[in-house]
């Protein structure tokens, strides 16, 4: 009796040092996987202020496609990009063909809301707005490495959103922003996803395309897409007033 008793004393105390040692694996690990995190968060913060200022100054070519399914309406619109060298986002209109609707309530309101957004530092992707978890490393579609991060606000705000990021390894820079804003910007709308991708140019991360599909009341769902071209760092900063004005008139605009 005796030495069944002291046998499974023997096998508990065996399993307990087993569990302690498993314990002190996982924390092993998990202090392992929180190092490369630290790192590569501190890396990715010193990059993209670095990258505000190597934006400044530049244009591109926007060509904005917005359409409500239900209501069978489409619109398409061409403008050039510019952000100053003091970081001010304007565009000057260079066409649009398809609904006023479209052009007034779906693609002047995105425009607008971008530029009401732009400074606001308490809407920047990085630690002091949102919580990041390491996913791990992983293979781009363009085949480089990526660090891969889901984050979460910290608090309920319009432009903010809930998902995930990814950066390039080689210049911590973000090549892909994909989530679901925290609180929509309007009463109408129930839903708002978005997915955002960017490609590494001389250190550069230069916008490709951003799609949101908008559950909105009412109307049902609304598509938007937007394709970045022609990507010009420090482009001639002339031209502002014109630009803010054409951007500011498309709500009242009337023509197609």
Do not use: C, W
């Amino acid at each position: 009796m005796k030495r069944k008793t002291i046998a499974t004393l023997s096998v508990i105390l065996l399993l307990r040092v087993a569990a302690l040692a498993d314990d002190n694996v996982l924390e092993q690990q998990r202090q392992q996987s929180e190092k490369p995190s630290a790192a590569i968060l501190n890396n990715y913060l010193q990059a993209t202020q670095a990258h505000e200022a190597d934006l400044r100054g530049a244009s591109m070519d926007v060509d904005i496609d917005a359409s409500v399914p239900n209501l069978n309406e489409h619109g398409k619109l061409r403008a050039l990009r510019k952000i100053s060298k003091v970081g001010q986002i304007t565009y000057r209109v260079l066409g649009f063909q398809g609904d006023n609707t479209i052009k007034s309530q779906v693609i002047a309101r995105y425009l607008q809301a971008e530029q009401q957004g732009q400074g606001d530092m308490s809407l920047a992707v990085v630690p002091a707005n949102y919580k990041f978890k390491y996913k791990g490393e992983k293979t781009g579609p363009s085949g480089d490495r990526v660090y891969n991060f889901q984050i979460s606000p910290r608090k309920k705000k319009v432009g903010l959103f809930k998902g995930e990021i990814e950066l390039d390894a080689a210049t911590y820079l973000p090549v892909m922003e994909r989530g679901r804003f925290v609180k929509n910007p309007s009463v109408f709308f129930k839903k708002v996803d978005f997915q955002r991708n960017f490609k590494i140019e001389n250190g550069v991360a230069v916008p490709q395309n951003m799609s949101s599909t908008i559950d909105a009341r009412l109307i049902g769902k609304v598509e938007l897409n937007i394709n970045y071209t022609n990507f010009t760092p420090n482009a001639a900063d002339d031209d502002q007033t014109a630009t803010g004005s054409e951007t500011a008139a498309l709500p009242g605009s009337t023509n197609k």
